[in-house]
């Protein structure tokens, strides 16, 4: 089928990334158009990534066809429940990760935003564990106790 194409290079002058070539079935886009709408999929893509890094898209164990219709949805609910939490709440909670190689970092990404939401849920469970239990001075005593509730 005959289709015009419109087409645009990219080439690093100063850095060493490899010439890219970005293209557009929409011929009446300028070549401005058609990067800053590839750009736009970069926060699909991560968001892809990030679902099936953190939370099992990857590799989902579904056998019966209605698991499957329903394993990538919810995932992307679980995703941005994630979000809208940290963006709502979480922000105050999260604690800048000491890493001596990426010292520079200020924004969270999702895995510390995921890292928050469960530091923050496994507080809440110990923090009700320990006034129903006997009071423990020290964090290792508590951790102990729950050790022996497990068996």
Same mark, same amino acid.
């Given at each position: 089928?005959?289709?015009?194409?419109?087409?645009?290079?990219?080439?690093?002058?100063?850095?060493?990334?490899?010439?890219?070539?970005?293209?557009?079935?929409?011929?009446?886009?300028?070549?401005?158009?058609?990067?800053?709408?590839?750009?736009?999929?970069?926060?699909?893509?991560?968001?892809?990534?990030?679902?099936?890094?953190?939370?099992?898209? !990857? #590799?989902?164990?579904?056998? +019966?066809?209605? $698991?499957?219709?329903?394993?990538?949805?919810?995932?992307?609910? &679980?995703?941005? @429940?994630?979000?809208?939490?940290?963006?709502?709440?979480?922000?105050?909670?999260?604690?800048?990760?000491?890493?001596?190689?990426?010292?520079?970092?200020?924004?969270?990404?999702?895995?510390?935003?995921?890292?928050?939401?469960?530091?923050?849920?496994? !507080? #809440?469970?110990?923090?009700? +564990?320990?006034? $129903?239990?006997?009071?423990?001075?020290?964090?290792?005593?508590? &951790?102990?106790? @729950?050790?022996?509730?497990?068996?």
């Amino acid at each position: 089928k005959d289709r015009l194409l419109r087409f645009v290079l990219s080439q690093d002058t100063v850095g060493g990334r490899p010439t890219r070539i970005f293209y557009s079935t929409d011929v009446s886009l300028d070549p401005q158009e058609i990067l800053s709408t590839f750009s736009l999929r970069w926060a699909i893509e991560v968001t892809h990534f990030d679902c099936k890094q953190h939370l099992g898209l !990857e #590799d989902p164990a579904n056998r +019966v066809p209605k $698991a499957v219709q329903r394993t990538a949805p919810m995932a992307m609910f &679980l995703y941005s @429940l994630t979000i809208v939490w940290y963006a709502t709440e979480g922000h105050a909670e999260w604690l800048i990760p000491d890493r001596p190689w990426y010292w520079w970092k200020s924004e969270p990404s999702f895995a510390d935003m995921l890292t928050t939401l469960r530091r923050k849920s496994w !507080e #809440d469970k110990l923090s009700k +564990v320990s006034h $129903a239990a006997t009071p423990h001075d020290d964090s290792i005593g508590l &951790l102990t106790y @729950l050790a022996t509730l497990a068996g």
